[in-house]
Nanobody
Framework: QVQLVESGGGFVQAGGSLRLSCAVSGSIFRLSTMDAMGWYRQAPGKQRDLVATIPRDGNTNYADSVKGRFTVSRDNAKNTVYLQMNSLKPEDTAVYYC???????????WGKGTLVTVSS
């Protein structure tokens, strides 16, 4: 059973910073098949959108709206993915969801989400 647990959300003023973390747990064998990790967000009344992804080895990918402000990283030894968010804007307000994609078989797992609120 794979579980993803996010932390680090909260309330911040515009221009501030937050760091999100997502720890993935599961069997040693299943964790060995974990591939890309990432973050998505869903604002009230909107669909869930990609924020950033990071493969096990390779280039990161960001939504245009967060490029230059957000940085995704991962610690494979800890099975943890991070999202450093700087220069936050009110439009970044959303529930942020952690995602992990596994292979053999291919399956996506999601965290329960953490709320980020940015005030103007």
């Amino acid at each position: 059973q794979v579980q993803l647990v996010e932390s680090g959300g909260g309330f911040v003023q515009a221009g501030g910073s937050l760091r999100l973390s997502c720890a993935v747990s599961g069997s040693i064998f299943r964790l060995s098949t974990m591939d890309a990790m990432g973050w998505y967000r869903q604002a009230p009344g909107k669909q869930r959108d990609l924020v950033a992804t990071i493969p096990r080895d390779g280039n990161t990918n960001y939504a245009d709206s967060v490029k230059g402000r957000f940085t995704v990283s991962r610690d494979n030894a800890k099975n943890t993915v991070y999202l450093q968010m700087n220069s936050l804007k009110p439009e970044d307000t959303a529930v942020y969801y952690c995602n992990a994609r596994f292979r053999f078989p291919t399956k996506d797992y999601w965290g329960k989400g953490t709320l980020v609120t940015v005030s103007s």
